[in-house]
């Protein structure tokens, strides 16, 4: 019987997203459960230097498994700087009232819809759900769990 190895999700990583077709994107394990996605993909693998130097479409909230599984493989650790420590903002809507608010560092802070614009809705998502939001991007075309959680 053989003994499953257990991958640590380690701020600072940098894994491999497989996008199909031999195509592959990047990002970087931020303070938990946040994570940086960056406008970098191809079917070479860049090195490190390359990765941090591409822009940072997106931080958002990524289920462990999706490190931890094996899924997306790291494939190198750079250490967090202060721009990546920064707290992110993120949006709330509450179900019953349709009221917005602003969430940071644990706090709800009455919005309004406005206020929201351009920010990422407070949500864990999951590798699948990245992953088509990547290939999407990188296609050019509208992704639909962004559109679907636009404030």
Request: hydrophobic residues 45%; aromatic residues 10%; charged residues 25%.
């Amino acid at each position: 019987m053989t003994k499953r190895t257990q991958i640590r999700r380690k701020a600072g990583d940098i894994v491999k997203i497989d996008l199909g077709d031999g195509v592959s994107a990047f990002a970087r394990v931020l303070l938990e459960p946040l994570m940086a996605f960056y406008a970098i993909s191809g079917s070479n693998e860049p090195s490190l230097d390359e990765v941090m130097k591409a822009p940072v479409l997106f931080k958002i909230w990524v289920m462990n498994n999706a490190v931890t599984s094996g899924r997306w493989p790291v494939i190198g650790n750079v250490p967090l700087d202060d721009a990546m420590l920064v707290e992110q903002t993120f949006f709330k809507v509450d179900p019953m009232t349709k009221e917005y608010s602003l969430y940071r560092s644990g706090e709800d802070i009455p919005a309004k819809r406005e206020d929201c614009s351009g920010l990422e809705k407070a949500a864990i998502w999951s590798a699948n759900h990245v992953e088509d939001r990547l290939r999407d991007y990188f296609a050019g075309v509208p992704n639909k769990w962004v559109v679907a959680m636009a404030p």
